[in-house]
T-cell receptor, first 111, second 115 residues
Framework: DQQVKQNSPSLSVQEGRISILNCDYTNSMFDYFLWYKKYPAEGPTFLISISSIKDKNEDGRFTVFLNKSAKHLSLHIVPSQPGDSAVYFCAAVSSNYKLTFGKGTLLTVNP | GAVVSQHPSWVICKSGTSVKIECRSLDFQATTMFWYRQFPKQSLMLMATSNEGSKATYEQGVEKDKFLINHASLTLSTLTVTSAHPEDSSFYIC???????????FGDGTRLSIL
């Protein structure tokens, strides 16, 4: 059973608009969440994180929102740029520092 | 930023061959390194957790005799796929953790193809 789910395999947005990537989880023991970005033929690159004691974390164009009661988090990118086109992975950390990943969402930002 | 180097990036070899993959943290000492495997259209799946100087901890369903992990120093961990078979063909990727309150940093992965 998948504990971290990214139900949208792909998302396409126009340059300058907002990109919203969603992630759901089932394990209430997860206490820290991360978003990674991955380009083809490269490893995932850390983007932004959020602790379970917060509901929002912002870093420049990237904001992550956490709704613990709904076991849902989202990554907002605004304004979206063509260079943001990549696969975005949501990951959850359990108490033993292990990461559980979602399947990823391919974001395409069209010029 | 923290850099993790993984080598080789791509391997093709015959069935029955053993393949070694190296993972190095280049500008930091990694207290813990992790090995993942990713099949097409699937998420990264943790295979094992490796701490320097101690035996690796394997996830359920991962054969420790098949996937040998050595973490000889704070900057190097190796994964050896022993007697590889076509079903072992996958994308293997490592990550390294400097401090436990920081994110894992990933290598670029190794594409392993067993003929």
């Amino acid at each position: 059973d998948q504990q971290v789910k990214q139900n949208s395999p792909s998302l396409s947005v126009q340059e300058g608009r907002i990109s919203i990537l969603n992630c759901d989880y089932t394990n209430s023991m997860f206490d820290y969440f991360l978003w990674y970005k991955k380009y083809p033929a490269e490893g995932p690159t850390f983007l932004i994180s959020i602790s379970s004691i917060k509901d929002k974390n912002e870093d420049g164009r990237f904001t992550v929102f956490l709704n613990k009661s709904a076991k849902h988090l989202s990554l907002h990118i605004v304004p979206s740029q063509p260079g943001d086109s990549a696969v975005y992975f949501c990951a959850a950390v359990s108490s033993n520092y292990k990461l559980t990943f979602g399947k990823g969402t391919l974001l395409t930002v069209n010029p | 930023g923290a850099v993790v180097s993984q080598h080789p990036s791509w391997v093709i070899c015959k069935s029955g061959t053993s393949v070694k993959i190296e993972c190095r943290s280049l500008d930091f000492q990694a207290t813990t390194m992790f090995w993942y495997r990713q099949f097409p259209k699937q998420s990264l799946m943790l295979m094992a957790t490796s701490n320097e100087g101690s035996k690796a901890t394997y996830e359920q369903g991962v054969e420790k005799d098949k996937f040998l992990i050595n973490h000889a120093s704070l900057t190097l961990s190796t994964l050896t796929v022993t007697s590889a078979h076509p079903e072992d063909s996958s994308f293997y990727i490592c990550s390294a953790l400097e401090h436990r309150d920081q994110p894992q940093h990933f290598g670029d992965g190794t594409r392993l193809s067993i003929l």
